[in-house]
């Protein structure tokens, strides 16, 4: 029996040299993020997502990685990491990791012995070309930083491909050999403990420019194909998030038939509601979710508000992405990056409201699929819009009102990012003891509703449907799995209003609030009318009996 823990967790994801360090040396380690399990639990997360944490030059947030079986020193020890595992277990926790097989950096050992000598067998593990090919300014994933996705290695006196930076050398999937590396990283991972990976840039992992020559497949999907049934094989119960943010008519090749990959982050869904949030109207996020192509059964979508990327727009048209742009983050010179995102965590978006702050979180625990956290969040974290591309919102996690937000006890000059110090979302009052001592502070809203959302597995299971209501700053959907239904009623304006519920598919006589703790009638023709405020969200069990 397929253990299908992924439909109704609640992942978290983290970066650990900026989430807490334990040795004073001014980066994040697994000591200290250990040291932080309990609140995490506390918080209701269920699964842990870590960013890279191994061997690294770091000039791309860890993304450029040396040594695909080792912790980064910085960060501490495989025990440390071990020991993290195991206590994360012991709480609860599942725990996932970044697989970023795509690329390598170029000071990664097997980059290295492939440009010294070209009979090395590593040299086949990258892309190569003799000449420049006429379409290497193609496909550059960092307009305005990126000039290239092929360079010239004096050393190799060839041109190697990458997608991303120059530092970055594409791996060369057609290579057997290479794959059989890339069982051989997961299978490492899962030995100590691991529950799955988070599929890094998975599109471009599985493209063959550059070696359609080599390619032994005329459909590169079935790479993902591969991957799955090692991973199946090694542990049946790990999943495979992908990072694909692709046409919809594409999402099938991902999920498959169910023998692929288990999850994909929604972006047609996340893109479409930041657009309703900044109209105030409902319609984008019904077209989004619509938009969206059925999945198989055991498939799942991953929700989020913010990553730790920017917040891409490319699925928007250009008219709406301007009207984001005019409403969440009108300095574009400051706030926009790569000609397609913006730059910034999503309170700072609305000056802070903590009307509208909840009103999006209440969205993304409701919508169907696995609400995602990124670190910070539970808090309303700021930004930092003085670092560079995207590092204003990786600062480190504010824990108290002491130096550096608890973070560290490092000198502030030695910290491996600046902890935000604004009048609005500086460390100093917002803070996660701060947030603990105020009943009515985000982080304890987010506990209720991260606790609420676990007991409303319809959200993650269900099938879904959108309820009319016939007012276009209302949106009104209802999950059902089993014999359990909910409904959702989200006011995307801030203006109040009294909308009219129409349930006549469900046969139950009352609706429970979930956040209020209160029972409500049906009408005799299955209605009952509802009042919002002006940003306001109701979650309901339909149900018959009253609560």
């Avoid at 995102?341 to 696995?370: E, K």
Wanted: hydrophobic share 40%; with cysteine; net charge negative.
């Amino acid at each position: 029996m397929l253990d299908l823990w992924y439909k109704n967790a609640v992942l978290y994801c983290l970066d650990v040299e900026t989430y807490m360090d334990a040795n004073g040396d001014g980066v994040g380690d697994f000591e200290g993020l250990t040291q932080q399990l309990a609140y995490l639990e506390g918080l209701g997360v269920t699964c842990i997502w870590l960013m890279p944490f191994h061997p690294t030059p770091n000039r791309d947030n860890g993304y450029d990685i040396m040594d695909y079986y080792n912790v980064d020193p910085r960060l501490g020890s495989l025990g440390d990491f071990v020991e993290f595992t195991r206590q994360a277990g012991d709480r609860g926790m599942r725990v996932i990791i970044d697989l970023v097989v795509n690329h390598t950096s170029v000071q990664h050992p097997w980059f290295q012995a492939a440009c010294k000598d070209e009979q090395s067998k590593y040299r086949n593990f990258y892309v190569w070309s003799k000449e420049k090919p006429a379409d290497a300014e193609d496909g550059i994933i960092f307009p305005g930083i990126q000039k290239s996705t092929w360079t010239y290695s004096e050393e190799a006196g060839e041109y190697y491909f990458h997608r991303f930076y120059d530092h970055q050398a594409d791996l060369n999937i057609a290579n057997p050999a290479v794959r059989e590396e890339i069982y051989k990283i997961m299978g490492f991972w899962l030995q100590l403990g691991i529950s799955g990976f988070r599929i890094d840039a998975a599109p471009f992992l599985i493209e063959l420019k550059g070696i359609e020559a080599q390619a032994d497949v005329t459909d590169p999907y079935v790479y993902l194909n591969e991957i799955r049934d090692f991973l199946s094989w090694r542990r049946g119960d790990a999943i495979v998030l992908a990072e694909a943010n692709v046409a919809m008519d594409k999402v099938p090749d991902y999920f498959g038939d169910g023998d692929k990959m288990q999850m994909l982050f929604s972006f047609m869904v996340n893109q479409h509601a930041i657009l309703a949030l900044a109209q105030e109207t409902a319609a984008p996020l019904v077209d989004g979710l619509k938009a969206s192509p059925p999945i198989p059964a055991i498939g799942q979508w991953a929700n989020f508000i913010r990553n730790h990327d920017e917040l891409s727009l490319d699925k928007l048209s250009q008219e709406q992405r301007d009207e984001i742009i005019a409403k969440f983050a009108p300095d574009k010179e400051k706030t926009w990056i790569y000609d397609r995102g913006i730059r910034r965590r999503f309170p700072p978006m609305v000056n802070g409201d903590p009307r509208r702050i909840r009103l999006a979180y209440s969205l993304m625990m409701t919508l169907p699929g696995t609400p995602v956290l990124f670190y910070g969040e539970e808090i309303g974290m700021g930004d930092d819009l003085s670092l560079e591309e995207r590092n204003p919102f990786r600062t480190p996690m504010q824990w108290t009102g002491e130096p550096n937000g608890g973070f560290s006890k490092a000198p502030a000059d030695k910290l491996i990012r600046p902890v935000i110090d604004d009048e609005q979302f500086g460390y100093h009052h917002l803070n996660v003891i701060a947030q603990r001592r105020d009943p009515a502070s985000l982080l304890n809203w987010m506990e209720r509703a991260i606790r609420m959302r676990k007991e409303c597995p319809e959200f993650g299971w269900g099938d879904w449907q959108i309820i009319d209501t016939g007012e276009p700053t209302i949106f009104a959907h209802r999950c059902q799995w089993r014999d359990g239904v909910v409904v959702a009623v989200h006011n995307l304006s801030s203006k109040p209003c009294t909308v009219t519920l129409q349930l006549k598919d469900d046969d139950s006589k009352h609706l429970i609030e979930l956040l209020e703790d209160q029972s409500y009638d049906l009408l005799e023709d299955a209605s009952r009318e509802v009042h919002l405020e002006g940003y306001g969200y109701r979650w309901f069990r339909v149900s018959n009996q009253k609560v």
